[in-house]
Nanobody, 120 residues
Framework: QVQLVESGGGLVQAGGSLKLSCAAS????????MGWYRQAPGKQRELVAA???????KYADSVKGRFTISRDNAKNTVYLQMNSLKPEDTAVYYC??????????????WGQGTQVTVSS
């Protein structure tokens, strides 16, 4: 079993920055890929960014050049640095972990979500 806890969400003005963190616990040895999803009201959940244990990354086109995903395997933590935020980035952001090295999912474990709100 793997537990994921997100933190770092909040309210920020357009153009600002936030850094999300996700701490993993439990059967950490089983985790391969990790990623961040987001879901806005009335919209489907979408994959924002993903990262392998070796540091290979994937990003949604909408966040390329603005968001950066990273991970510290020793700390069992994954991060999402979010810069140049736009109102359309407003969503609940979920951390996800995969027991397989498939960056695009499906993912096996999920955090509870953290709200990110970007005001205009």
């Amino acid at each position: 079993q793997v537990q994921l806890v997100e933190s770092g969400g909040g309210l920020v003005q357009a153009g600002g920055s936030l850094k999300l963190s996700c701490a993993a616990s439990g059967s950490i040895f089983s985790i391969k890929a990790m990623g961040w999803y987001r879901q806005a009201p009335g919209k489907q959940r979408e994959l924002v960014a993903a990262i392998s244990r070796g540091g290979t990354t994937k990003y949604a086109d909408s966040v390329k050049g603005r968001f950066t995903i990273s991970r510290d395997n020793a700390k069992n933590t994954v991060y999402l640095q979010m810069n140049s935020l736009k109102p359309e980035d407003t969503a609940v952001y979920y951390c996800a972990a995969n027991k397989y090295p498939r960056l695009l999912g499906p993912y096996d474990y999920w955090g509870q979500g953290t709200q990110v709100t970007v005001s205009s």
